[in-house]
């Protein structure tokens, strides 16, 4: 059976050979369909397989063993990847939306009818990748298999407004050309905005936010199914490439022993990173009971 990081490696290579294949046929189809949105569609194909090659580097890297200089391993490379990602989806965002603008201020061909059929299959086979990418992001916890998803869902929503606007062009004819060009302006608007839906995330993993109420709150519970611990105080929870580190405070009989305290902790770390495989290392600090 697969590891974690093996399924990711393998959906991360299938994402760079489906978006290969995607910047080939929609760039050919914008070049002999005149259509200035599939070009630009294929503009962000090309840098989604940069995307692509930065989430196989990032994955490789993150499955480092700890070391000296990295005591808790090398997972947040992931967060970076994710940076890296929305980079080049802002910067394709930003040519796009200025080849748009000088395509408008000449003369725009009508796009060829086939281009329709072309943006159809896109579109159906970016959504499909994107449900498969997130459901494998979120299965092996890759924060930046999850923001490659993204961008085959921002390919396949920008490959709608390019779909409406061949349509209109078609639609038109010559009066409406400038319709391709203007879906392709909305294109890159549409790429930015989901550049910020997948930045966020990766910005409160590098900066440490709370946001696993449901996984502290398993934990807790999880905590007091071991002897001797009465209850639980603190518990914080980061984000560390596809896994977790956890600190929690747990009360136990003022009266044990240092020795006695100490084994309950390493009992109930073992516990917790059975019933947890996500959970890569706890912290656990023993104070006595409040009751005592």
């Not at 490379?77 to 940076?83: D, G, P, R, S």
């Not at 993993?205 to 934990?219: G, N, T």
Request: glycine letters at 8%.
């Amino acid at each position: 059976m697969k590891s974690d990081s093996q399924k990711a490696k393998s959906a991360a290579w299938l994402s760079f050979t489906v978006n290969l294949f995607m910047a080939i046929i929609k760039g050919l189809a914008g070049i002999f369909g005149n259509s200035a949105a599939l070009m630009a569609d294929a503009t962000e194909s090309i840098s989604d397989l940069f995307s692509s090659l930065l989430v196989i580097a990032g994955l490789k890297y993150a499955q480092r063993p700890a070391d000296d200089n990295h005591p808790y391993g090398h997972g947040k490379i992931e967060a970076l990847v994710t940076f890296g990602i929305t980079s080049l989806l802002i910067g394709s965002a930003v040519i796009i939306g200025l080849r748009s603008i000088d395509s408008l201020q000449g003369e725009n061909p009508v796009p060829e009818g086939f281009t329709l059929y072309v943006l159809l299959f896109v579109i159906a086979v970016k959504e499909g990748f994107y449900r498969y990418q997130k459901r494998q992001g979120e299965k092996t916890g890759s924060s930046s298999l999850i923001a490659d998803a993204w961008h085959h869902r921002s390919d396949a929503l920008s490959s709608v407004v390019a779909l409406v606007g061949v349509g209109i062009s078609l639609w038109g004819g010559e009066a409406w050309a400038m319709a391709d060009e203007i879906a392709a302006m909305l294109t890159s608007v549409l790429i930015i905005y989901n550049s910020y839906l997948i930045l966020r995330p990766a910005l409160g993993e590098v900066m440490d936010e709370h946001l696993y109420p449901e996984l502290e709150s398993a934990i807790r519970k999880s905590a007091l199914e071991v002897d001797q611990v009465l209850e639980t105080e603190k518990c914080f929870i980061r984000k560390y490439g596809s896994g977790y580190l956890v600190d929690l405070h747990i009360e136990v009989n003022g009266e044990l022993s240092v020795r006695e305290g100490h084994a309950i902790a390493h009992k109930l770390k073992d516990h917790l990173t059975k019933v947890y495989p996500q959970i890569q290392d706890v912290l656990i600090h023993v104070e006595p009971s409040s009751s005592d």
